[in-house]
């Protein structure tokens, strides 16, 4: 069964230093991996995806996620926090190889705090 | 382009009451997807649409809720009769497939949903 697991609820980071939000994935066949981010009474929002190639994506905002086949995961990754991108996470995956099928895995989401 | 459009943004109703949500996908997109946010269970996928038919309504939770797509710039998710535990964001994304599964999907900003 597919399956995304975001072991952390909360995440708190002081402004400026790096940030990693963990994403670990389960899927029969090749993942694509996603990110999206929302911001408070907002929908959510495309940070930056994995399809296949070069295992380091980067995306919007500074933000970037490293996928990592050996170990299934796709950590989220900035080098400076700012105060503005405290918001809350979400991984999701999709089985590259099912079918015609778009549905998405999701994770439960990480809330990530950046304290100035 | 405008994004994904949601209506209402808000919408507070009584219990037993019919309580129909709306989107408008992006021009071009030929799948839709209607997500339900709570805290208690995180982001759940109701039901998804490609090319207006739809292909998985797994997730709708019972037979008061039903999911339209008349065309593709228009769908609609009702739930007849309402319930308390009915309240929830409703999100409505879209995406274009163009045969590539690994495209993101665009969410709206979510109606949110009370049902006293």
């Known amino acids: 069964a597919q399956s995304v697991a975001q072991p952390e609820d909360q995440v708190n980071v002081a402004e400026g230093n790096p940030l990693t939000v963990k994403c670990t994935y389960s899927v029969s066949g090749n993942p694509y991996l996603f990110w999206y981010v929302q911001y408070p009474n907002r929908g959510l929002q495309f940070l930056l995806k994995y399809i296949t190639g070069d295992n380091l994506v980067k995306g919007s905002y500074g933000f970037e996620a490293e996928f990592n086949k050996s170990q299934t995961s796709f950590h989220l990754k900035k080098p400076s926090a700012l105060v503005s991108d405290s918001a809350l996470y979400f991984c999701a995956v999709r089985d590259a190889g099912a079918g015609n099928n778009r549905k998405l895995i999701w994770g439960l989401g990480t809330s990530l705090a950046v304290n100035p | 382009d405008a994004g994904v459009i949601q209506s209402p943004r808000h919408e507070v109703t009584e219990m037993g009451q019919e309580v129909t949500l709306r989107c408008k996908p992006i021009?071009?997109?030929?799948?839709l997807f209607w997500y339900r946010q709570t805290m208690m269970r995180g982001l759940e996928l109701l039901i998804y649409?490609?090319?207006?038919?739809?292909?998985?309504d797994s997730g709708m939770p019972e037979d008061r809720f039903s999911a339209k797509m008349p065309n593709a710039s228009f769908s609609t998710l009702k739930i007849q009769p309402s319930e308390p535990r009915d309240s929830a964001v409703y999100f409505c994304?879209?995406?274009?497939?163009?045969?590539?599964?690994?495209?993101?999907?665009?969410f709206g900003q979510g109606t949110r949903l009370t049902v006293v």
């Open positions: 994304a879209s995406s274009s497939g163009q045969g590539f599964r690994g495209t993101e999907a665009f």
């Open positions: 649409f490609n090319n207006n038919v739809p292909i998985d």
């Open positions: 021009s071009g997109h030929n799948s």
